[in-house]
């Protein structure tokens, strides 16, 4: 008997084939170590007339429900999966973990419906997925809620349970926004472990394959009112990299408040989150920089010595601000990363990109250590992420809720040309204890050369907030670039706002631009 179990545990060996009790995080990464070591290899693209679909033909691709992965056990989470075709140009290995072992998923073409007999027909029967779905009853009717999207290199999206889908998370960035080009590392490998089925949490690991590194993660999957992602990752280095982005976010600012209005436009504002909001634990600055759709690409670099959390966020939640009863922006997520442990110092990176229109992602924000990781060592991190609504950052300061910025040389503006007129309101946090008439004062400060005409506070009764109204000018040919923050005597009420508006940007009136 004892040599019988001894040969089957040799051809379970020999056959790759493993235990549930023996699969765990340490297999992802020697795995990980392994494929660093070897060249890299592009992933096996799919056919060309799936890459050349348009959006519409490939949204009538639709995976069944009812196939649903853990659906006939009536288990709470269950899993979904995408078909490759028009932005997910490459198949991935989708493995499930249980009681019986590892095993791969297989695809099966039956379990999705096709709006064209003929493209059906051309669908190979051995195809594989782009990426997979988790779903869970957040209503609590019963009713299976998607809550989670796995799907195009390294990217992943996730909502709460009052939110509409929006901005994203990624395994890594390399090299975003350099002249050299931007590196898009997939995950090509993903494992489930079968959870409980009343389990409120579920685990997920990924391998990432990329030409620059690549990466063991784990996942541990918490949905609800705000849904938590606790993150593992080992990267592994195949040489230096120039730039690379620890839990990047990326989204879509297209115009808001605080820019020109695009000609033909009708809707107040349009964006997918509204601003980077960091919170450097060396100096307990909580510091809010609103986005832009800036004309040229803007990098910002914000040091930071002790990291305690970076995120982007849709902080303005009224519809009347965006009047989209289709895209529901007013409903999209903030997200907030939390690290694990001492990062040490590194900066913030925030990417601003052009866009002619919704339908890009413009915004990529980042960590970045100051010293990056070595060529062929391993680089451990981890960390927590929250997507849902703005106590996901739990930021007890008073913040900038609206900023506006007008001309600072017209009627209604102020009488100084080439200058800017610029109105930040505060809310919350301590502000919300405050009498109208309580002296309330803002430190206010100009970066670049840019000279500070003006400043002064008042209480927005409307709003129940406090209104800081700001008459600044840029140097000649430079960009504004402002902070400011409202104190009470010694006692600092708000976060700071820091605001930079590259020149070039079209609001001045003509004839007064800088």
């Not at 992802?28 to 033909?57: C, G, Q, S, V």
């Amino acid at each position: 008997m004892r040599t019988f179990l001894k040969a089957c545990a040799l051809i379970i060996s020999l056959c790759g084939v493993q235990t549930a009790t023996a699969f765990d995080f340490e297999l992802i990464i020697e795995k990980a170590r392994d494929l660093a070591a070897k060249p890299y290899a592009a992933p096996t693209a799919i056919p060309r007339f799936l890459r050349e679909l348009n959006y519409d033909e490939y949204q009538n691709i639709r995976f069944d429900p009812e196939q649903s992965l853990w659906r006939d056990s009536n288990a709470k989470f269950q899993v979904l999966l995408t078909s490759p075709g028009l932005f997910y140009t490459h198949p991935v290995a989708i493995h499930v973990v249980d009681a019986e072992g590892v095993r791969p998923l297989p695809y099966r073409k039956s379990h999705f419906t096709f709006a064209d007999p003929e493209l059906e027909k051309r669908v190979p029967p051995d195809l594989g997925y782009a990426g997979l779905k988790l779903s869970y009853p957040l209503s609590g009717n019963g009713e299976q809620n998607q809550f989670l999207v796995f799907a195009g290199a390294s990217y992943f999206r996730a909502v709460g349970k009052q939110d509409a889908w929006g901005l994203s998370g990624r395994g890594i960035a390399v090299n975003t926004g350099l002249p050299s080009g931007e590196e898009f590392p997939s995950f090509t490998h993903f494992w489930l472990e079968r959870p409980a089925p009343n389990a409120r949490n579920l685990r997920l690991y990924a391998l990432l394959d990329g030409k620059s590194l690549t990466g063991a993660y784990q996942f541990v999957v918490t949905p609800g009112e705000t849904t938590q992602l606790q993150v593992e990752a080992v990267l592994f280095p195949r040489g230096d990299i120039p730039l690379i982005g620890i839990a990047p976010l990326t989204s879509m600012f297209f115009f808001g408040g605080n820019t020109p209005r695009p000609p033909g436009e009708w809707r107040p504002e349009v964006h997918d989150s509204d601003g980077l909001l960091l919170n450097d634990g060396a100096s307990g600055e909580w510091l809010w920089r609103p986005l832009l759709n800036p004309r040229r690409l803007e990098m910002d670099y914000l040091k930071v010595e002790a990291l305690r959390g970076f995120g982007l966020l849709q902080r303005d939640r009224d519809f009347d601000h965006y009047q989209d009863l289709g895209a529901l922006y007013d409903q999209r997520p903030g997200a907030w990363v939390k690290p694990k442990g001492d990062w040490g110092p590194g900066k913030v990176v925030l990417v601003q990109l052009p866009t002619p229109a919704e339908t890009n992602d413009n915004i990529v924000a980042f960590w970045t250590p100051d010293k990056p990781p070595a060529a062929n060592e391993p680089y451990r991190i981890a960390y927590d992420m929250s997507f849902g609504r703005l106590d996901v950052t739990q930021n007890p300061m008073g913040k900038a809720i609206n900023s506006f910025l007008g001309d600072g040389g017209i009627v209604g503006g102020g009488n100084v040309a080439g200058a800017y007129r610029v109105i930040v309101d505060f809310q919350g946090g301590p502000l919300d204890k405050l009498k109208p008439g309580a002296p309330v004062t803002a430190t206010v400060s100009a970066q670049e050369g840019g000279e500070l005409i003006e400043y002064f506070v008042e209480y927005n009764a409307p709003l129940r907030a406090w209104r800081l109204s700001m008459l600044a000018r840029p140097a000649e040919g430079k960009p504004l670039e402002l902070r400011a923050f409202l104190s009470e005597g010694e006692r600092t009420l708000t976060e700071t706002w820091a605001y930079r508006l590259p020149s070039g940007n079209g609001i001045l009136s003509e004839g007064k631009r800088r």
